[in-house]
């Protein structure tokens, strides 16, 4: 989390890693078994009253000075009020209530720990002197160290001539020099005469500034991003943090750009309980050169009430197509064909489900022609497949929905149009596995479908004629695995040949034709009569690891044509073989290849190679891809996917080297017909002992329009991103 108080800007190009000190002698463990006190000790070496309270002291040797005032020498332990001292030698003056600690000296004060050379304590105001100071927070979070590190209160320390820093090096990688610094235990270190060095090297200096060194989030402002951009022109980027609570916080943005004017934005967390969380997102800015209002909304809430009822929204607006790639700050969001934005209130019991739901898509299409479709509202009621005795299953989905569409003509000038209507959808659906043999499955399912709608459309026109209609079929399948073959081999390996069949029958309907399209109950292909057979093999390893898995497939109509170029059309359809293999625990191949038979030539072609090592403890991986297409025939089968000629090569990686310091995320992706890099995305990272250094850069082509950008960042550990640089660049 970015959080600092005050502006600070600093390049750290080149950081060497060094190895890790602690110049702490050892840290205090609780006393051992003393030796026996001197003559006239109280408390037998063990316990004395101070301030009406207890300290516990062990020790090799005592010598008492005078009444009251005793010396302890060699391994001496005193604890006191979570207090915890080592030291070489002690003196201790039980009528003063002080301590004076000599020699190695270290001193836990449960949240922070320090050693020095010398150590004066008051027991009954808590305070005291350090003298040559090193300190360590209790989880490592930062260090300082100095001439001297005073105790002033319950919690607060200060430091004086010393150096604050999350490193524990001997030279660490940054610091930050200060005159005097009073500080906080996971709260705020408050410096004065701050200057920031990295390794020896002054770079920034400030009169006065506010650190946070408390591991949990905190309020205050995040460092600024500044950068260039050709149609933005500078940039400069600032957020406030706001954290008052453990259950919320909320971010507010404030931009400014030299060529658009100034944008404000929210962004808002919370999670008021265990079963209810959510964040909302909104941006806005009037472009000053052409006075254009322009944003962005979102809103996240997922809540789960009892007894089965649960809440969730997903509302994404914006105010136009091109508003995340010319103001979205993440780089793999910036480009959108529509919106989606969901209502749901959801009732789960058993194998039921019922959902009330408010829906809207916006399709975005050129020249304003956007498409909106709304669902306001819907309700639903479905269930898995139930078991209602003698190996027949049962399940259906109950549907009613009002929709809205608005939309444009397509003509020289769009006119926009609006349309309101419903649909009733009734589908009750069948199954029922059977096993005759050990090694042959036969699953028959029979579908059955009907939908009413209060509007219809011309089928030739596109138009809608008001009129309503019922649309009604059924679907019946069978589903034959088998006879299944097999045959074991020295070493382990085992395989198996699967032959399978599928007869598909799907009742026709002319009103179909008629029905408007609004989501999957819609877009359905009827009039089926078709078959697809096969075969699979399958090897497996030992202990049973499927080590290859192959499908070879064709279908056959008994009806219709299934692949149709010019004039001549088949009832067959392409050839499909999908091919996987895991030649060992880390590597995995996926090929698959679509063979025409009507032009009697490959139309498709898919490899990719993929690495991922299992014993990394990271995700590392590698892929490789390479996609070609051609359009030879045209698919009439809608579980025959058609894609538009393309040759494409694909490379994305992760990768840690350098024992887990440094991380590489390339993603390359080449139009191979254009002969054009389509999309270029390179992340690397490199993570020091106390800090880290990332670079972003990224180019991608979106139609007609080209972009680049590249982002700089630098992150201390204990203080979060210092430097946030980015430069982009846009043209057609």
Not at 254 to 260: E, G, R
Not at 448 to 466: C, F, V
Request: aromatic content about 14%.
């Amino acid at each position: 989390m970015r959080r600092i108080l005050g502006v600070l800007c600093l390049l750290m190009a080149t950081l060497a890693v060094h190895g890790q000190i602690t110049p702490i002698p050892w840290h205090p463990q609780m006393p051992a078994p003393a030796p026996k006190a001197p003559k006239g000790w109280k408390g037998g070496g063990r316990a004395q009253k101070a301030a009406s309270s207890k300290f516990h002291m062990t020790f090799d040797k005592i010598t008492t000075i005078k009444p009251g005032v005793y010396v302890a020498e060699g391994n001496v332990r005193f604890s006191y009020q979570g207090m915890f001292l080592t030291g070489d030698s002690v003196t201790y003056d039980t009528n003063k209530g002080t301590l004076w600690a000599t020699g190695q000296v270290a001193v836990d004060f449960e949240d922070f720990t320090a050693s020095g050379s010398e150590f004066h304590y008051d027991l009954e105001k808590g305070t005291g002197t350090l003298m040559d100071a090193y300190g360590v927070q209790k989880n490592g979070d930062f260090t300082v160290y100095g001439k001297a590190i005073k105790k002033i209160g319950d919690g607060w320390f200060q430091v004086i001539d010393g150096t604050f820093t999350s490193c524990a090096a001997a030279v660490p990688p940054w610091s930050m020099k200060v005159s005097r610094a009073k500080f906080h235990v996971d709260h705020y270190a408050f410096l004065t005469n701050p200057r920031f060095h990295i390794r020896q090297a002054p770079i920034v200096y400030l009169p006065y500034l506010i650190w946070p060194i408390k591991p949990e989030r905190s309020t205050g402002l995040l460092i600024p991003e500044i950068g260039s951009s050709t149609s933005k022109g500078f940039t400069l980027n600032n957020a406030l943090f706001i954290a008052p609570q453990d259950w919320w916080d909320d971010t507010v943005y404030l931009d400014t750009f030299s060529t658009m004017g100034v944008g404000v934005g929210e962004e808002f967390r919370y999670v008021p309980s265990t079963a209810t969380y959510g964040w909302f997102h909104g941006y806005y800015i009037r472009q000053k050169t052409n006075h254009k209002k322009r944003w962005d909304f979102s809103w996240t809430h997922i809540q789960n009430f009892k007894k089965g009822w649960y809440f969730v929204a997903d509302v994404n607006l914006l105010s136009d197509i091109n508003f995340p790639r010319d103001y979205q700050r993440d780089y793999y969001k910036g480009t959108v064909s529509g919106t989606d934005s969901r209502i749901f209130l959801i009732r789960n019991w058993g194998p039921y489900a019922f959902t009330a739901k408010l829906e809207r898509r916006l399709q975005y299409f050129t020249e304003d022609r956007n498409l909106t479709q709304k669902t306001l509202p819907g309700i639903e009621l479905r269930s898995s497949l139930k078991s209602i005795g003698h190996g027949l299953y049962f399940g259906f989905e109950t549907s009613a929905d009002a929709f809205q569409k608005d939309y444009a003509d397509y003509l020289p000038q769009p006119v926009k149009h609006s349309l309101t209507y419903q649909r009733l959808d009734l589908h009750p659906f069948f199954e029922w596995p059977l096993h005759p043999t050990l090694w042959m499955d036969v699953t028959p399912r029979l579908e059955l479908r009907t939908t009413g709608y209060t509007s219809s459309l011309d089928p030739y026109t596109g138009e809608y004629d008001g009129g309503s209609l019922w649309r009604n079929y059924a679907h019946a399948s069978v589903d034959v695995s088998g006879p299944r073959l097999f045959r074991k081999y020295s070493g382990g390996l085992k395989h198996v040949i699967e032959p399978f069949f599928t007869y598909t029958y799907v009742s026709r309907d002319a009103n179909a034709l008629h029905a408007p399209v609004f989501d999957e109950v819609d877009q359905v292909v009827l009039d089926q009569n078709l078959v697809r057979y096969g075969v699979r093999n399958r090897i497996y390893g030992q202990k049973g690891r499927l080590v290859f898995d192959s499908s070879l497939y064709q279908e056959h109509s008994f009806g219709r044509g299934l692949s149709v170029t010019g004039d001549n059309s088949s009832r067959f359809s392409p050839v499909s073989l999908l091919v996987r293999a895991w030649p060992s625990v880390d590597w995995s191949a996926d090929f698959r290849l679509r063979y025409d038979v009507l032009n009697h030539a490959v139309d498709s072609q898919f490899l990719s190679l993929t690495y991922r090592p299992k014993s990394s403890k990271r995700d590392e991986f590698i892929t490789l891809s390479y996609l070609k297409t051609q359009n030879l025939s045209t698919s009439l089968n809608a579980s025959q996917v058609v894609n538009p000629a393309a040759r494409e090569l694909r490379l994305a990686a992760s990768l840690t080297l350098a024992d887990g310091h440094i991380t590489v995320t390339p993603y390359l992706e080449r139009d191979l017909l254009k002969g054009d890099w389509r999309n270029q995305r390179l992340i690397f990272w490199y993570r020091g002992s106390c800090y880290s250094v990332g670079f972003e850069a990224g180019r991608r082509t979106i139609g007609g329009f080209r972009d680049s950008e590249y982002r700089f960042l630098v992150s201390l550990k204990g203080a979060g991103t210092v430097v946030d640089l980015y430069g982009a660049t846009g043209n057609y």
